[in-house]
């Protein structure tokens, strides 16, 4: 057969009237075709615009795979409108507005055709069109890989869509296609696209891949359904619903994806059934609005590569997890906004580096039979209208088991939690819930920790090896029913190890009551903080008076306590008094006296009636800030509680706010302690502290702590004579005496000492008389017989070399 001709092969009813022709161009073989013949191609390139209409074969020479090119210059290249059978061609379009191929009718064979082109589509399908498609390769970086449209089907088998300027499958006006095992990538746009009510597509084996986009979106009414498949890959998320659409996936792999794994919203429905979840950017499951849901059975969630949840639900979406996993990853699961929910099922969540489970702004969760290890926090229900319930659940190895604050109140029954670090059950900030039948095993905290204004109840729960104690309530703490603790964490029980704390009804702590079968006294509460000496501010001020330097801040120190003691009683007398904030922030390099300022500071608060008791509790950064969400919160809060009625010293307070904070926790350290200042002005004085520079930066950085202080008080470094009074004041308190000439030795000493960093004031004077009574003891040992003198004379030898 010559090049450039084409063999057409006619068929009748019986054998002897085949007959074969040949003809110059495939228009003329075509027009002299009818139903039934074969028409054989030989190779070449065709500038023909091809309409097949009758029920042919059309296809390339036996082993000439890619010999035949379809290429006219502009328009369709081919048409098929009849059910034909089309094989073994390479077909070139450079139409861009329209396709390289079209399907219009019938229900047409396309075997083994390779498209390259760069038109509107590779593919078109359209209006009552049903054609079979098999293993046919779409390359089209200028549109879309394969169109199914106007209510047109077909079944794509084996097929590949190696690159596509726009969707690599779209599916819209009410088409329906059926995909086996075919591969689309490298497309610009989604990977597939199904958009449109009546819309809808099947793929069984199929994978999206290398899709500058997202891999599989659904829109608008639209329905698909995927099994055994995967999409990865992505540069946006991998699967996107919206409009009420509706998807299911069975046996499916989405992972690799740098955004959402999957994002649904606007009523659409999820259902992912033994499917898997991975690798992905932010949420794997992010569900948005009002009638949108998500149903997952056996799924697997974990190996997040962001900082974002896992599962995210709100704006009044729900979720249902049943005998899922989620894992490794930051949060697991987050529902949030009035009229979202989340019902989990006979589900794990382990290795959470943050929170397994949160509620907040009005949501519900409701987590049953479930399972939840290593996480810092196991489930937290964050503020007012959140609730749910968690039901038969287990936590093992977290830092807290289940956090309630501002007002939320969940129902906890039946839950375990073993091993937490700190609290098993915490609740502060006014949150609320219902403990029924709870456990708390191993504790490094507390097993109940419920802060004052909770309204908690406990009915039947148990304590047990609990360092800090079983439960830890305020005063008018939360009414406990039925509720026992061990308390073998706390203290050392006789051989009787049998003995247990019952309560059934208390408002302090459980360990105040007293055993019921043992003769055992029960454990004391937590040790209160020691009293402070009651003395009168004049007293007070005195001691004040007499430390070394510090003039300036005596002076100011006095002034606020003149405006106090005038303010009260202007009081007493009927009139108004001027307000005055208490708080205070303490600048200067370390061993000015910051501390024992402070503590004079809350001696003298107390002496006027200001404070309760006036004792001091000093913290840092490490006191405070947690290694995850809800600890820091938690740990201020112990702090600031441990300082009510007195004074909440925080040193090196910059530190709570460094430069490069990133996802630092020291901002809730800054935020928890600025509601409770706001919550509680007149329960506790608080001071920040540390160096000069570092503390500006700090003011400048968070105006909200800076608005809560009073004023700023400088201490500034000691003067060469002012150290020499600290170490003779070190001298007359130790029985020790300074000997002629080593005064002025010190002086010289002290003038002439590098000022750096390591430089530490007050500290630095008294480090010195430790070394000088250090050499007097080495010196005076050698002697036999030491005198009075001998033993109490410090001379300038004495004095430590200079670094």
Excluded at 274 to 279: A, C, D, G, K, P
Excluded at 319 to 340: K, Q, T, Y
């Amino acid at each position: 057969m010559a090049q450039g001709t084409v063999q057409v092969t006619h068929t009748g009813t019986s054998r002897w009237r085949r007959r074969t022709g040949e003809y110059a161009s495939l228009a003329a073989a075509l027009e002299a075709a009818g139903d039934g013949d074969v028409l054989t191609v030989a190779p070449g390139t065709y500038r023909e615009n091809l309409v097949i209409e009758r029920a042919v074969t059309l296809r390339g020479p036996e082993g000439g795979i890619g010999s035949v090119r379809i290429a006219p210059v502009d328009g369709v290249p081919l048409t098929v409108r009849a059910s034909a059978t089309v094989q073994d061609l390479h077909v070139e379009g450079q139409d861009s507005a329209a396709p390289a191929l079209l399907v219009e009718d019938g229900t047409p064979e396309l075997l083994d055709l390779r498209i390259v082109t760069r038109s509107a589509a590779g593919l078109e399908v359209r209006g009552a069109a049903r054609p079979t498609v098999r293993r046919c390769t779409v390359d089209n970086p200028a549109g879309v890989g394969i169109a199914v449209l106007d209510g047109a089907g077909g079944v794509f088998e084996e097929c590949e869509i190696v690159a596509a300027g726009q969707s690599g499958v779209s599916v819209r006006g009410g088409g329906h296609p059926r995909l086996e095992r075919c591969r689309i990538h490298h497309a610009s746009g989604a990977g597939i696209a199904v958009t449109g009510e009546g819309s809808g597509l099947e793929g069984i084996g199929c994978e999206v891949y290398e899709i500058k986009g997202t891999g599989l979106q659904i829109a608008a009414r639209a329905t698909a359904h995927l099994v055994d498949s995967s999409v990865h890959r992505t540069s946006a998320d991998g699967i996107t619903l919206d409009t009420d659409a509706v998807l299911t996936l069975s046996d499916c792999d989405i992972h690799d994806i740098p955004e959402n794994a999957v994002d649904l919203r606007s009523r659409s429905v999820l259902t992912l059934t033994r499917s898997t979840v991975r690798r992905f950017g932010r949420n794997g499951l992010s569900v948005w609005d009002p009638g949108t849901r998500v149903d997952a059975n056996q799924c697997e969630i974990h190996d997040s590569t962001g900082d974002y949840p896992a599962v995210w639900i709100s704006d009044g979406a729900t979720a249902v997890l049943d005998a899922c996993r989620v894992h490794d990853v930051p949060d697991a699961l987050f529902v949030l906004d009035r009229g979202s929910r989340v019902d989990v099922v006979d589900s794990d969540l382990s290795q959470v580096r943050n929170t397994a489970v949160s509620v907040s702004d009005g949501a519900t969760a409701q987590l049953d039979d479930c399972r939840i290890r290593e996480a810092s926090t196991g489930a937290w229900f964050r503020d007012h209208g959140s609730g749910g319930t968690l039901g038969g659940c287990t936590i093992d190895a977290v830092q807290t088991g289940v956090i309630v604050t501002k007002g939320a109140d969940p129902t906890i029954e039946r839950c375990t939690v073993t091993s937490p670090a700190e609290a098993g059950f915490y609740v502060s900030a006014e949150g609320r819930g219902s403990f029924h039948g709870c456990r708390v095993t191993g504790s490094g905290g507390y097993g109940f920790h419920v802060m004052d204004g909770c309204r908690t109840s406990l009915r039947k729960c148990r304590t047990e090896r609990c360092a800090r104690g079983g439960y830890e309530f305020p005063e008018d703490g939360p009414v406990a029913e039925d509720c026992t603790s061990d308390e073998s964490g706390v203290r050392s029980l006789p051989a009787d190890t049998g003995t247990v704390l019952t309560v059934t009804q208390s408002g302090g702590l459980l360990g105040t009551v007293p055993p019921p079968r043992a003769s055992v006294a029960p454990p004391p509460a937590a040790e209160p903080a020691p009293p402070v000496t009651e003395r009168s501010s004049q007293d007070v001020l005195g001691e004040l008076d007499a430390l070394v330097g510090l003039e300036s801040v005596k002076h100011e120190v006095r002034t606020l306590t003149n405006m106090i003691e005038v303010g009260r009683r202007r009081q007493e007398a009927g009139l108004k008094a001027a307000s005055v904030r208490r708080h205070l922030v303490f600048t200067g390099n370390p061993g000015t006296g910051k501390t024992t300022v402070a503590r004079l500071y809350g001696e003298i608060l107390a002496s006027l009636g200001v404070l309760e008791r006036g004792h001091l509790v000093e913290v840092s950064r490490v006191d405070l800030v947690g290694e995850h969400i809800g600890s820091t919160a938690i740990r201020t809060q112990e702090a600031f509680d441990r300082a009510r009625g007195g004074v909440l010293f925080v040193d090196e307070a910059y530190a709570l706010s460094p430069e490069d904070s990133g996802r630092d926790f020291g901002r809730e350290a800054i935020d928890t302690l600025v509601k409770l200042m706001e919550d509680h002005r007149d329960a506790v004085v608080v001071i920040v502290a540390g160096y000069t520079a570092e503390m500006e930066r700090f003011l400048t950085v968070n105006p909200g702590v800076a608005s809560r202080f009073s004023r700023t008080i400088t201490f500034s470094d000691y003067v060469p004579d002012e150290l020499l009074r600290i170490v003779e004041q070190q001298s007359d308190d130790h029985e020790y005496r300074l000997a002629p000439g080593t005064d002025e030795a010190l002086r010289k000493y002290f003038t002439e000492l590098p000022k750096g960093p390591a430089f530490g004031n007050g500290r630095t004077a008294r480090q010195t008389f430790e070394s000088m009574v250090e050499r007097h003891a080495g010196r005076v040992a050698a002697l036999a017989d030491a005198s009075t003198d001998d033993l109490t004379l410090l001379y300038p030898e004495d004095l430590p070399e200079l670094p």
